[in-house]
């Protein structure tokens, strides 16, 4: 990307629960903005939001919407991403998207600054920001992959309803009211009940039995690991939590660990926070990471039935890490914004 002083951003699907997160960011991180155009459906036209003291009011996304863009912040849903990024990139932006709708395309870099920024480079006018899970998962695994090498990763995620979207947020705070008030609960965006109970992720069923969820955590993990060998076995499941999403992981080393190493380990790892206090019993929880940048980590652990397994919990912002933030450190790192982003320092030589 050529070299400006500002840019001209623009958020595809900024009235949405990614969308809100990515202009907050933009303004916390003051991110070079020029002008700032905040695309949704006509649905949200006569919205209007604060950016820097300035009013801005939600446009209707359209095929002339990307004019002057330089850098298009896609979370608008995979069908409108594959419809409007073609259209983006022909008129010279450069997509970062959030959506499924390029991730595993192997022209496109799939990209978590802490892991691969190198992959930016390679890119020809998309970058796709990975699945939530995949993000909370290999930020704090990624330092033990390069010192003890991870053979085989065994997760099972407690995902919160943001990641579904905030009309799904919505859906758990209206069933949690109507629930307390004896009332029914409707159910519109999740196909169970949310609120007071959990279910299996709500992404349908593939191959083998597995949801597209986990499928997107399996695939991914490859692709941005660049190892095909690395084996990955998900669980994922739905909690009623609105926005950080946790997960249990068991790592299959190559090594056997030392804890004390694997504490050093993460408390360098960019992007992380230990929280294991084993005295107080207090660990990662999902409503102490929200808001944060960095994935909490604790219940670190040797694993009792295998002599090279390591246990972790993990917690992490779905909407920060989990997608704004993640994308808009892509965006720092392809305009060349070295002095605020945590990458990994081998890939940047
Ligand atoms: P809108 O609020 O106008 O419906 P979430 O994932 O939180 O549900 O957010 C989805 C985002 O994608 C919202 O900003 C939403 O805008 C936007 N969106 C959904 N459908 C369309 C569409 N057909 N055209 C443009 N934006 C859309």
Same mark, same amino acid.
């Given at each position: 990307m050529r070299k400006k002083s500002k840019y001209n951003v623009a958020i595809? #699907? =900024?009235? #949405?629960a990614v969308g809100e997160e990515m202009l907050k960011i933009l303004e916390q991180r003051n991110f070079p903005v020029k002008r700032l155009v905040l695309l949704a459906s006509a649905?949200?036209? #006569?919205k209007i939001y604060r950016f820097h003291g300035q009013d801005i009011p939600v446009q209707e996304l359209k095929?002339?919407?990307?004019?002057?863009?330089?850098i298009v912040l896609a979370s608008a849903g995979g069908l409108i991403s594959k419809k409007f990024t073609p259209i983006a990139v022909k008129e010279g932006a450069v997509v970062i998207d959030n959506?499924? =709708?390029?991730?595993?395309?192997?022209?496109v870099p799939l990209v978590i600054p802490e892991i691969n920024?190198?992959?930016?480079?390679?890119? /020809? #006018?998309i970058i796709a920001n990975p699945n939530c899970s995949t993000i909370i998962m290999l930020v704090p695994i990624y330092p033990i992959h390069k010192t003890h090498r991870i053979k085989r990763i065994i997760v099972s995620t407690y995902q919160a309803a943001s990641g579904a979207g905030a009309k799904a947020m919505k859906e758990l705070e209206d069933q949690t009211r109507d629930v307390l008030a004896g009332r029914p609960a409707k159910k519109e965006?999740?196909?169970? /009940?949310?609120a007071f109970n959990l279910f299996s992720h709500n992404s349908a069923i593939k191959d083998e039995g597995y949801n597209e969820e986990e499928i997107k955590m399996v695939q991914e993990t490859k692709k941005i690991f660049h190892s095909e060998r690395i084996k990955v076995v998900p669980t994922s499941v739905r909690v009623p939590i609105f926005r950080a999403h946790s997960e249990s992981i068991t790592l299959e080393l190559a090594k056997v660990p030392e804890l004390q190493e694997i504490r050093e380990v993460l408390a360098n790892a960019p992007g992380v926070k230990i929280v294991d206090d084993r005295e107080k019993n207090n660990f990662p929880m999902p409503l102490e990471a929200s808001g944060q940048d960095d994935v909490l980590v604790g219940r670190?652990?040797?694993?009792i039935s295998n002599p090279k397994g390591l246990c972790l919990f993990v917690a992490g912002d779905q909407l920060r890490k989990g997608a704004a933030l993640n994308a808009i450190q892509i965006a720092e790192i392809l305009i060349g914004r070295r002095d605020v982003v945590i990458a990994n320092p081998e890939q940047n030589k």
């Amino acid at each position: 990307m050529r070299k400006k002083s500002k840019y001209n951003v623009a958020i595809m #699907g =900024a009235t #949405g629960a990614v969308g809100e997160e990515m202009l907050k960011i933009l303004e916390q991180r003051n991110f070079p903005v020029k002008r700032l155009v905040l695309l949704a459906s006509a649905r949200s036209v #006569g919205k209007i939001y604060r950016f820097h003291g300035q009013d801005i009011p939600v446009q209707e996304l359209k095929e002339d919407s990307f004019r002057d863009i330089d850098i298009v912040l896609a979370s608008a849903g995979g069908l409108i991403s594959k419809k409007f990024t073609p259209i983006a990139v022909k008129e010279g932006a450069v997509v970062i998207d959030n959506t499924s =709708a390029y991730r595993t395309d192997p022209e496109v870099p799939l990209v978590i600054p802490e892991i691969n920024p190198k992959d930016i480079k390679k890119h /020809q #006018g998309i970058i796709a920001n990975p699945n939530c899970s995949t993000i909370i998962m290999l930020v704090p695994i990624y330092p033990i992959h390069k010192t003890h090498r991870i053979k085989r990763i065994i997760v099972s995620t407690y995902q919160a309803a943001s990641g579904a979207g905030a009309k799904a947020m919505k859906e758990l705070e209206d069933q949690t009211r109507d629930v307390l008030a004896g009332r029914p609960a409707k159910k519109e965006i999740f196909p169970h /009940q949310i609120a007071f109970n959990l279910f299996s992720h709500n992404s349908a069923i593939k191959d083998e039995g597995y949801n597209e969820e986990e499928i997107k955590m399996v695939q991914e993990t490859k692709k941005i690991f660049h190892s095909e060998r690395i084996k990955v076995v998900p669980t994922s499941v739905r909690v009623p939590i609105f926005r950080a999403h946790s997960e249990s992981i068991t790592l299959e080393l190559a090594k056997v660990p030392e804890l004390q190493e694997i504490r050093e380990v993460l408390a360098n790892a960019p992007g992380v926070k230990i929280v294991d206090d084993r005295e107080k019993n207090n660990f990662p929880m999902p409503l102490e990471a929200s808001g944060q940048d960095d994935v909490l980590v604790g219940r670190i652990r040797l694993d009792i039935s295998n002599p090279k397994g390591l246990c972790l919990f993990v917690a992490g912002d779905q909407l920060r890490k989990g997608a704004a933030l993640n994308a808009i450190q892509i965006a720092e790192i392809l305009i060349g914004r070295r002095d605020v982003v945590i990458a990994n320092p081998e890939q940047n030589k």
